[in-house]
């Protein structure tokens, strides 16, 4: 049985604002209408509006019947999810934070990323729609978003509980460089189907470990090592720039060569959790089978990443009239992945898409 549903309400990376990062999923096994965590809010009912009179019935299925409008749909999501508070990942969070009705919604995020939205819904920019206070609390306006903050801290094997049965591991990332030139965070999420332990891994916007100050991927990538492929199958990571594109011209952004590169260091980290399962768990424990072991990871980790899905996201557009180069993006990442044989599937996401996962 998939773990989660999803419908990709928008996945590029600007200027086109009617397709900025928003994505909303549920528990596979529940329905729409019993809660939907809205993963990023870039894009959001003006644009699932044109993608339902595309696509009606893109949210139906045995267990939910439609067809939905975009309100209904609005009106079922209990929490937005926000990797960071930049405005392709926030607008329609902002924008529509005065009239969505239904339950109560939280939105949950580092704090570094309530901080930012706090900027935002400071009276001038936009009214304040959002506060920190407890539901219990008798001052507090109902009808106002409600920051929590997502826990950094954890140990491993702690999760933080947004939905029922759902569950996140929140792990920072850089993104670039602030004005005081300090890094600016982003974020990537583990989330977990707390009953069926099965999980993906969603990245928000990420510079290459390679021209970072502090690598920070690195330590995603062994947390996920432990969980490929049985429990963390698909991952969701940007490439928003063009292969070629200078390093000093990626503003906090993968490019496909940096894309490949952190694909591999996964790769390895799989690979070397492999080697020391091989080592702990082999019956014969010959030194035979520990040097064809060493001898694999030398070899650069063929095959490590078999079973697992990459959808690629935040592409740029250009709004010359050209093609979109998302298409070209997503080819030159499997020309360069091809030839090293990890065994992963990249797939291109795309707005309107429904994933099962
Ligand atoms: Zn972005
Ligand atoms: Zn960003």
């Not at 602030?178 to 707390?194: C, L, P």
């Given at each position: 049985?998939?773990?989660?549903?999803?419908?990709?309400?928008?996945?590029?990376?600007?200027?086109?604002?009617?397709?900025?990062?928003?994505?909303?999923f549920?528990?596979?096994?529940?329905c729409?209408?019993?809660?939907?965590?809205?993963?990023?809010?870039?894009?959001?009912?003006?644009?699932?509006?044109?993608?339902?009179?595309?696509?009606?019935?893109?949210?139906?299925?045995?267990?939910?019947?439609?067809?939905?409008?975009?309100?209904?749909?609005?009106?079922?999501?209990?929490?937005?999810?926000?990797?960071?508070?930049?405005?392709?990942?926030?607008?329609?969070?902002?924008?529509s934070?005065?009239?969505?009705?239904?339950?109560?919604?939280?939105?949950?995020?580092t704090?570094?990323?309530?901080?930012?939205?706090?900027?935002?819904?400071?009276?001038?920019?936009?009214?304040?729609?959002?506060?920190?206070?407890?539901?219990?609390?008798?001052?507090?306006?109902?009808?106002?978003?409600?920051?929590?903050?997502?826990?950094?801290?954890?140990?491993?094997?702690?999760?933080?509980?947004?939905?029922?049965?759902?569950?996140?591991?929140?792990?920072?990332?850089?993104?670039?460089?602030?004005?005081?030139?300090?890094?600016?965070?982003?974020?990537?999420?583990?989330?977990?189907?707390?009953?069926?332990?099965?999980?993906?891994?969603?990245?928000?916007?990420?510079?290459?470990?390679?021209?970072?100050?502090?690598?920070?991927?690195?330590?995603?990538?062994?947390?996920?090592?432990?969980k490929?492929?049985?429990?963390?199958?698909?991952?969701?990571?940007?490439?928003?720039?063009?292969?070629?594109?200078?390093?000093?011209?990626?503003?906090?952004?993968?490019?496909?060569?940096?894309?490949?590169?952190?694909?591999?260091s996964?790769?390895?980290?799989?690979?070397?959790?492999?080697?020391?399962?091989?080592?702990?768990?082999?019956?014969?424990?010959?030194?035979?089978?520990?040097?064809?072991?060493?001898?694999?990871?030398?070899?650069?980790?063929?095959?490590?990443?078999?079973?697992?899905?990459?959808?690629i996201?935040?592409?740029?557009?250009?709004?010359?009239?050209?093609?979109?180069?998302?298409?070209?993006?997503?080819?030159?990442?499997?020309?360069?992945?091809?030839?090293?044989?990890?065994?992963?599937?990249?797939?291109?996401?795309?707005?309107?898409?429904?994933?099962?996962?």
């Amino acid at each position: 049985m998939p773990a989660f549903d999803m419908v990709v309400v928008g996945c590029g990376g600007g200027p086109d604002e009617t397709n900025l990062s928003a994505y909303l999923f549920k528990p596979y096994d529940s329905c729409w209408e019993d809660g939907i965590i809205a993963l990023e809010a870039g894009s959001g009912q003006g644009t699932l509006r044109h993608i339902l009179q595309e696509t009606p019935a893109l949210f139906n299925s045995d267990r939910d019947q439609g067809p939905y409008s975009v309100a209904k749909i609005y009106s079922y999501v209990r929490c937005f999810l926000i990797t960071h508070a930049h405005l392709d990942h926030v607008n329609s969070l902002v924008i529509s934070a005065g009239s969505l009705s239904g339950p109560r919604k939280q939105v949950y995020a580092t704090r570094q990323t309530l901080l930012g939205l706090e900027g935002i819904f400071n009276g001038r920019l936009w009214p304040n729609l959002a506060s920190w206070k407890d539901d219990d609390d008798d001052d507090d306006d109902e009808n106002k978003l409600l920051y929590k903050d997502l826990p950094l801290d954890l140990p491993s094997e702690a999760y933080h509980t947004i939905f029922p049965s759902v569950s996140v591991r929140t792990f920072l990332l850089n993104h670039g460089l602030d004005e005081s030139k300090a890094v600016y965070q982003s974020s990537a999420f583990f989330i977990r189907h707390d009953t069926f332990k099965k999980e993906f891994l969603f990245f928000g916007d990420v510079e290459p470990d390679s021209i970072a100050k502090k690598a920070q991927n690195k330590q995603v990538w062994k947390e996920a090592a432990l969980k490929i492929p049985e429990v963390l199958s698909t991952i969701f990571i940007e490439c928003s720039w063009e292969k070629g594109r200078p390093t000093d011209l990626l503003f906090g952004h993968l490019s496909p060569e940096h894309l490949v590169d952190e694909l591999e260091s996964l790769a390895k980290e799989v690979e070397a959790v492999n080697s020391r399962k091989a080592y702990t768990s082999g019956s014969d424990g010959s030194p035979q089978r520990k040097k064809q072991k060493r001898n694999t990871v030398d070899t650069g980790a063929r095959g490590a990443l078999n079973g697992v899905r990459v959808y690629i996201i935040h592409c740029k557009d250009v709004m010359d009239g050209t093609q979109n180069p998302r298409a070209r993006i997503v080819d030159e990442v499997k020309k360069l992945i091809e030839p090293k044989g990890l065994g992963l599937q990249i797939f291109a996401a795309e707005q309107g898409m429904r994933i099962i996962l």
